[in-house]
């Protein structure tokens, strides 16, 4: 889909980062490894192979809850999903595309809007507000659970976890619940098809778009023509459409300055004949009557509410929250945000046979599933041709290595004309910059690195021995100077850390900030990597043990 105007630039980079996290976030082996434990009974092996931890005993919540609550309990986490939940998550896209750090989602509640629930929750921030580098890693929790905030630490037998966004749910069970996952096609404005998609999943072509208001009959094609509308900037004809009432004239400061809900509405695309549907489901199960969404953080919101006509949205300020909007609740990001599944499919970004395969089943019933659906695996180390002394060469991770078309001699004479001060080119210069993180590298060289250090960044420990496995040299560094050492908080390290060292990576190399790969585990990891590299002889000399910002 084409974006016009300010969309434009936002919106294409908000796809390209989607497009990333599709490509890395879910990887297909976690998608296989989690089905195969969840239909084989194993829901702790599930949320294992999905890189979820559990943090709660089920042999103890009969007795802390009754035996109904037990039951029921046990019943959902026989067909929870913890793979699904890591693909539907919100992400902290444009640079990072991985999760937003401090959520808790609110996935069920038992015995009652009082009763325990279950939730899942994200990392915490570091102390800029940053996201923290620790492994993609989720927590499964159970227990009592306040409502618009974190655990309830006021009530009897309630955790504490930490301060941070609560995301309901409650009323999204197809983004968990692996029995309630075919209902994602009509929860994102189809019928018997997904918006912009034909039913086997091949994008439309502009000519099969609607040209005119296809009406209710039609929810794919009304879906679609609301969306057109909003590209053109016909924004509150598009509400309009889903039958909703804008007040464009209001408006709330932001960082640049004063915006209306008309101006937002042609910036940010909203699931517009979704929405009303939505706040209508959380309001019948008793979650709040007005809601609410972050338009800028810390500054204005978007809020929805009942209006003369239907729902009514408009803009105000944060800071009147509670006291302007009271009992207004958060409207979770799935509630308001368009499937960006749909917008890559469209945009031709990924295939329908590249999504998790719940999802692609779900959004295309006609299409049928195929042996190797789901994520791709990614790319291998192959041979890169670059100029070299008015010639081509080729270079190529092999062995562990990477591999230039000159003889021994020929790398001794370069190292002694670079020792000596001299400059080096060709092969040469790519080998260096590939070990160095500094310099030019061929396109073929950077995508690989890339697929590399993006495995890396979620977490994807069997994606980073695949691609060791054939023969990517490990000494690499990206751009930031990072040596594999250097990140070995993000992955399994008992696992790596040996195959590491034995490839003879450097345990004192410096990154762009000077920091050792024993410096970054002591301000990233946890302590027992720390004890590792210093057993394996990293320096601990000239550490300033007190100094870990």
Known sequence: MEWSGKMTMSRREELVSWEQVRRYAVPRWMIARTAERRLAGDWRGACAAANVDVAFDLGEVASAYGAPVAAALEEDLAHFAPDLVRWHLPRWLRGYAILLPQRSVLLARYAGADGPALSIDTSQSDNKGEPRSEPQRLTLRFGLFAQHGPFDTTRAGARSVYRGRVDNWTTSRHLWDARRAGELRARCGGADRAPFCAPDGTPLTAGELPAADPGPGDPAGRAEWAVLLQERGAAEEAAAVAGIEVDAASEADTASGPVTLAAYLQRRPLALTRLAAEVQLLAETGQGGQFYWHVRSGGSIAVAEPGPAGLRL????????????????????????????????????????????????????????????????????????????????????????????????????????????????????????????????????????????????????????????????????????????????????????????????????????????????????????????????????????????
């Open 314 to 549: 408009r803009l105000a300020m944060s800071d009147q929250i509670p006291e302007g909007f009271p009992g207004a609740a958060l409207l979770p990001d799935v509630c308001w945000r368009p499937l960006p599944d749909l917008d890559l499919v469209f945009s031709g970004r990924v295939t329908a046979a590249q999504l998790h395969p719940l999802v692609s089943a779900s959004l295309f019933p006609a299409r049928e599933p195929g042996a190797d659906d789901g994520p791709p695996d990614g790319l291998l180390p192959a041979p890169v041709r670059l100029r070299c002394r008015g010639e081509w060469h080729e270079v190529s991770s092999a062995g562990g290595r990477l591999q230039i078309q000159h003889t021994p001699v020929e790398e001794q004479r370069e190292r002694s004309l670079v020792a000596l001060g001299g400059t080096t080119a060709g092969c040469f210069a790519v080998q260096r910059a590939w070990t160095s993180g500094v310099g030019w590298l061929p396109r073929g060289l950077r995508d690989q690195r890339r697929e590399l250090f993006n495995r890396v960044l979620h977490g994807d420990t069997p994606g980073v021995l695949r691609l060791l496995d054939a023969g990517l040299d490990p000494r690499v560094r990206d751009v930031r100077r990072f040596t594999l050492l250097h990140v070995l908080h993000y992955l399994d390290w008992q696992v790596l850390l040996p195959r590491l060292l034995a490839e003879g990576l450097d345990l004192e190399a410096l990154d762009y900030q000077k920091r050792t790969p024993l410096h970054m585990a002591r301000q990233k990891g946890p302590a027992e990597l720390v004890s590792a590299l210093a057993a394996a002889g990293a320096c601990t000399d000239d550490w300033n043990w007190d100094d870990d910002d």
